[in-house]
């Protein structure tokens, strides 16, 4: 399982002498701090972050988009203070806003992000705001912070409530380390970072000023993405001077620099995003009244009644309405016989019942364990399917004294494994971001409601354009519709 990684390198770190990685010098500021990963370290730290995030949220598979992106953002990067590092872009398959850095240089965009953005400027910024994260090793200083206070990199524990410490071994994973929260210095540091670069690489750094502002406006916006991979502001605080910090900076830097037109290409960058898949993708699962589909394997599994639903990424959380029980579902590369094995040994579980089955004719290993943290003893029915090469996993969990009576709820969403047939499901396609040139002068509501989007879109679909619906549109305007 992918949180054992992170449990090694932890030991790695703990064990690390001071004389060699308890004090480094920022190639940033020239200055010493405390840092308990070394250079070597931190490229592996990202190196393992970055399979733990495709295998929790997947690369966007459009290889144009990946290459675009990488063609932005590698000339930043050689702008940097930090050139030399192996630098790795990807696009992530979230509908979330966000952008990531991990240790070593890794940065995640996702395409939520990228349906927002409205053009190459704004992107260099955001892109350049990661880089400066990477060059001034915050998210190294913040993960060597996290091991002197004991907290630890976990994800999940929070979503899964009163069970999140007796599970933590089985919600650790490596992306926890994109959940690590900067400071406002921190964030002064790259978004300064970040026009320097972005200045010297050409760009209008003033755009990324505009994106926080666009930001800004998200959090009056209902629905803004939801799951538990966070938003941008969730792991990026924003001080109030932030804006006009950034165009104070953007104006010193041009005075520095020989004059030269600085690059915005809207019209480049929304020819790329043309059909980008916008919000959740439905092939890679979907609710429906009780049951949860997934086309990808071609099954369904029906979801308790009344207990409340989450996703995050590939994993589903099904939790009892008075939270008295939790089933948690996952898929896993490998056999029935390996994750399970994986399982109880991660969990420590006092195994009191294995057996071989069958799910609707698909090899199964059903086992009921004990877990146990301190005075909390919980009891886990769990069921390990396998389809093709991959491994379904369900974990139904609640307190021991009332798992008798939850357990044929707990053990439902297994049981009811079912092939996914019906054709209209199979082949639900997503809702994907369109550009649109406006034919004549109009507001943007009337364009809106000639290009028949649906109307609880309009405002996110204003939004995303930095527009206001009452806004007026000229001719050969180029819009960013969701369809």
Known sequence: MKERWLRRLTGLVLLCSTALCGCAVNPVTGQSELMLVSEQEERQLGDRTRGAVV????????????????????????????????????????????????????????????????????????????????????????????????????????????????????????????????????????????????????????????????????????????????????????????????????????????????????????????????????????REGEWFYLPQYQVQFRIPAQWSFAREGSRVQMTHPQKSGVVLFSVEKGTVDAVAGAFVSSMKAGVQQSGERTVNGMKAREIISVVVDGQQRAKVVSHFVQKGGEVLVFHGLADEAVFPQLSATLGQPAASLAPLVDKARLNRQPQRLLVRPVTRATTLENFLQEQQVDRELWPRVAWMNELQLSDRLSAGQRVKIVK
Not at 80 to 95: G, I, N, T, Y
Not at 244 to 253: F, I, K, L
Not at 259 to 265: H, K, L, T, V
């Open 55 to 286: 295998e929790e949220y997947g690369v966007y598979d459009n290889a144009a988009l990946q290459d675009y992106v990488n063609g932005v953002a590698r000339p930043l990067a050689q702008l940097s203070h930090r050139p030399a590092l192996d630098w790795q872009f990807q696009v992530m398959d979230s509908p979330v806003v966000n952008a990531f850095a991990a240790p070593g240089g890794y940065i995640f965009v996702t395409r939520g992000l990228l349906a927002v953005v409205n053009d190459e400027a704004e992107l260099a910024g955001v892109l350049a705001h990661e880089i400066g994260h990477v060059t001034a090793r915050h998210s190294a200083r913040k993960y060597s912070q996290s091991l002197l206070t004991g907290l630890g990199v976990q994800l999940g524990a929070s979503l899964a409530g009163s069970y999140g410490k007796v599970l933590g071994p089985l919600l650790e994973v490596g992306t926890g380390l994109l959940f690590l929260k900067y400071s406002r210095d921190d964030e002064r540091q790259a978004d300064a970072l970040a026009v320097e670069y972005a200045t010297k690489g050409g760009y209008d750094a003033n755009r990324m000023a505009d994106f926080f502002v666009t930001l800004e406006r998200q959090q009056t916006l209902e629905g803004g993405g939801g799951g538990a991979l966070p938003e941008w502001f969730s792991t990026h605080p924003s001080p109030v001077d932030r804006e006009a910090a950034v165009r104070t900076q953007t104006a010193q830097w041009r005075s520095r620099l020989p004059a030269r037109n600085y690059r915005i290409n809207g019209d480049a960058y929304l020819a790329r995003i043309d059909g980008l898949v916008y919000g959740e993708d439905p092939r890679q699962g979907f």
